[in-house]
């Protein structure tokens, strides 16, 4: 089995409950608090996952500057009360940092969740 650190274990949690109020706070119609919070919560998981200077250095990385610039003026925007738009700008920020990444996590969600691994070998025809 494999073994997590206690700080790993505290970032997973902080990270899933930043997404869970990112996403309660686009369903709810962008709610502010709930947006600013997750963001925050997100970005502390991160940091407790792979340590602080990691994800400094993980931001501010000379081939990511646009997608670090995009995601900072998004959070940016939506804490001076544009929450739509500085949602659409940060998940395009999001994108561009985590692309190289979202094929892992799509692969290791569907092969350790079993309705997103069906789902994913049923045919359409």
């Given at each position: 089995?494999?073994?997590?650190?206690?700080?790993t274990?505290?970032?997973?949690?902080?990270?899933?409950?930043?997404?869970?109020?990112?996403?309660?706070g686009?369903?709810?119609?962008?709610?502010?608090?709930?947006?600013a919070?997750?963001?925050l919560?997100?970005?502390?998981?991160?940091?407790?996952?792979?340590?602080?200077?990691k994800?400094l250095?993980?931001?501010?990385?000379?081939?990511?500057?646009?997608?670090?610039?995009?995601?900072?003026?998004?959070?940016?925007i939506?804490?001076?009360?544009h929450?739509?738009?500085?949602v659409?700008i940060?998940?395009?920020?999001?994108?561009?940092?985590f692309?190289s990444?979202?094929?892992?996590?799509?692969q290791?969600?569907?092969?350790?969740?079993?309705?997103?691994g069906?789902?994913?070998?049923?045919?359409?025809?």
């Amino acid at each position: 089995m494999l073994e997590v650190s206690t700080n790993t274990q505290i970032g997973l949690g902080l990270a899933a409950m930043g997404i869970a109020f990112l996403f309660l706070g686009v369903v709810l119609l962008f709610d502010k608090g709930l947006l600013a919070i997750g963001n925050l919560m997100f970005l502390a998981g991160l940091s407790f996952i792979i340590g602080f200077m990691k994800t400094l250095s993980f931001f501010f990385q000379w081939q990511k500057l646009k997608g670090s610039v995009a995601f900072f003026a998004g959070i940016i925007i939506l804490l001076a009360g544009h929450p739509i738009i500085g949602v659409i700008i940060e998940f395009i920020g999001f994108y561009l940092l985590f692309r190289s990444f979202l094929p892992t996590a799509f692969q290791y969600i569907t092969s350790f969740v079993p309705f997103f691994g069906r789902a994913k070998n049923q045919s359409i025809v």
